[in-house]
């Protein structure tokens, strides 16, 4: 069982991500592959399918979003995230359990089944927004509250958000929608083996615990040992076991990494429990300092060196430790690149708050 290096383990990991260089796919390619995109944030999406593609275009998101090609809602985690509209409807029945246990912890809604059953009916008229939904079940549902109806309504029943949420800079209220209407197919679970398969080629090597952070769900460890013998298996620096596809190649460690800009909620920094692999142990706190954050990051030679918040023209680059003028001067040509794509037509500027100095 070959030990597998932090290195082989960070360059395989850009690779898989497509962070290695920006890839020629399709957005939709894309999408498919990482399996779902954090979408807790609109913005986050567009700039992590720029990161990842050559010439990518605000446009082919939106425009995936407006065909339901693509689709937002509750998924890995409880959050929000974008996925394929072919996949939503296996995904979501498949990472339910998740959903239903934040139900059951945070809302004491009525029977699941009444609940089903009534939400189906209410939004076959029209789009609702979250609030009215709770409104309407409420007066079919005496005795529990709106908001505890609507949230127990989003978590327990496969809803989607429509455009224009998802869309780049949208800022008003969300609208949701049944899947099955919008997507005209009904819901079905997958094998969980497809689930960690496909996990394996975006994520991969990967070790028990870290599919069940990425996904949320428990008990994965039968699911990978039925797998065991169509996976390659390899231990890391500190002996854990780590699965990967029989055909999947591991990189050089010794490929050159290029500078990388990472929206917040990445799942790149949230696709593994030991994180080792991109994020510095020691620097993980201030990726995720608590409180539900998750701060936009920089790849520096693969690893997380700074995190950064833009406004407008304006990029504020922190970084975690001192950077040679090269690494500087690669870091503020990527930012620039940024700023081209999120803030066209404003005058930008570069601030890294080591010296305070604009660039």
């Avoid at 605000?58 to 509750?74: A, I, Y």
């Avoid at 224009?164 to 997958?190: D, K, Q, T, Y």
């Avoid at 591991?250 to 990494?257: F, K, R, S």
């Avoid at 020691?282 to 990726?287: H, N």
């Amino acid at each position: 069982m070959p030990t597998l290096s932090n290195r082989v383990l960070n360059r395989t990991y850009l690779r898989r991500q497509l962070l290695d260089a920006r890839s020629g796919r399709t957005a939709l390619d894309v999408v498919i592959h990482l399996v779902a995109l954090q979408g807790q944030e609109n913005d986050a999406p567009y700039l992590g399918l720029w990161t990842r593609l050559e010439g990518f275009r605000h446009e082919e998101l939106t425009g995936l979003l407006e065909s339901r090609q693509v689709v937002r809602g509750p998924l890995l985690r409880g959050t929000q995230h974008l996925c394929s509209g072919a996949d939503y409807p296996w995904l979501r029945p498949t990472v339910q359990p998740v959903l239903e246990k934040f139900a059951k912890r945070l809302t004491a809604g009525p029977d699941r089944t009444a609940l089903l059953t009534s939400v189906g009916r209410i939004l076959a008229a029209e789009p609702l927004q979250r609030s009215e939904l709770g409104r309407r079940l409420a007066a079919e549902f005496p005795g529990h509250t709106p908001s505890d109806l609507a949230l127990a309504a989003h978590l327990t029943t496969p809803l989607l958000h429509p455009p224009p949420s998802g869309f780049w800079g949208h800022r008003g209220r969300i609208r949701c929608v049944a899947a099955e209407a919008w997507l005209g197919r009904p819901m079905a679970a997958a094998e969980l083996t497809t689930l960690v398969l496909r996990y394996l080629a975006a994520y991969g090597p990967a070790s028990v615990k870290d599919v069940q952070v990425w996904s949320g769900l428990t008990r994965m460890g039968s699911v990978l040992q039925d797998l065991r013998g169509q996976l390659r298996i390899f231990r890391d620096g500190n002996g854990i076991e780590l699965y990967d596809l029989p055909d999947a190649p591991l990189a050089d460690p010794d490929e050159p990494a290029r500078v990388v800009f990472l929206p917040e909620f990445d799942n790149a920094v949230l696709g593994h429990a030991d994180r080792a692999r991109i994020i510095h142990p020691g620097d993980r706190a201030l990726v995720t300092p608590g409180w539900s954050i998750v701060r936009p990051t920089v790849l520096v030679d693969g690893f997380v060196a700074a995190t950064w918040e833009r406004a407008g023209g304006e990029l504020r680059i922190n970084p975690f430790r001192a950077w040679s003028s090269r690494v500087r001067d690669e870091v503020a040509e990527e930012g620039d690149r940024l700023l081209r794509f999120a803030s066209p037509g404003c005058e930008s500027r570069l601030i890294f708050t080591d010296q305070q100095a604009p660039h």
